[in-house]
């Protein structure tokens, strides 16, 4: 990672106190959500700041067996690929619009645009795209599937946009919707692009592809 800006000065007596008590909390056998419930209120979060504690925060356990299963983008070459389709796509999206994302304890990188704004393709779209397939195409997979949710207004349509962008850089494989996409990435035998960390505690093997879009890019992440 290029870098990781802390968060700042208003946000340390607040968020970075709340996680350092959360962390703490975790890694002595507390429910995460009973700790974060706790330390938020007793600091006075608000719902976004939150929201963010959720997605970074986990117990030196699980944040350990999570890294344990990150490869870099070499391992990608003649292998089978699945992409956790709209969780890469948002999260590239927020790192090339300067939106927050955050490096979180388990070494993946999340924002919180998802959960606050029903997702629409937009301009940053293609180049969000572009900057997956750039990785994509120089790791040489032998076949990429990428997966978006069905229920997501509008799949069907990003999904022919996708096969094509996939078809113009030869890139082998295709884009589909599912209704049991969370099934398919958490049972996939081979290498599963995602963030999603029940995705990730089920799979063998997992890529983060934001964060090398960050790292060949230059563009911090914060930390807490």
Sequence with gaps: MPGCESVGPEDLDGLGRAAEEARYLLDRGYPKDSAILFVSNHHGLPQE???ALTRVVLSSKSAGARKAKSVPMQALRGADVMVDGYNVLITAESLLAGRPVYLCDDGFLRDTFGIFNRYRPAEITDDALAA???L????APARIAFLLDQQMSRSGELAARIRALMADRQLPGTACTARDADHRLKTFAGIVASADGSVIDAATIV???P???ARARGI???CI
Excluded at 136 to 139: E, S
């Design 49 to 51: 700041q939150r929201y």
């Design 132 to 134: 997956i397939f750039d």
């Design 136 to 139: 994509l195409v120089a790791a």
């Design 207 to 209: 890529v983060d592809i």
């Design 211 to 213: 964060a090398k879009i």
């Design 220 to 222: 911090s992440t914060l």
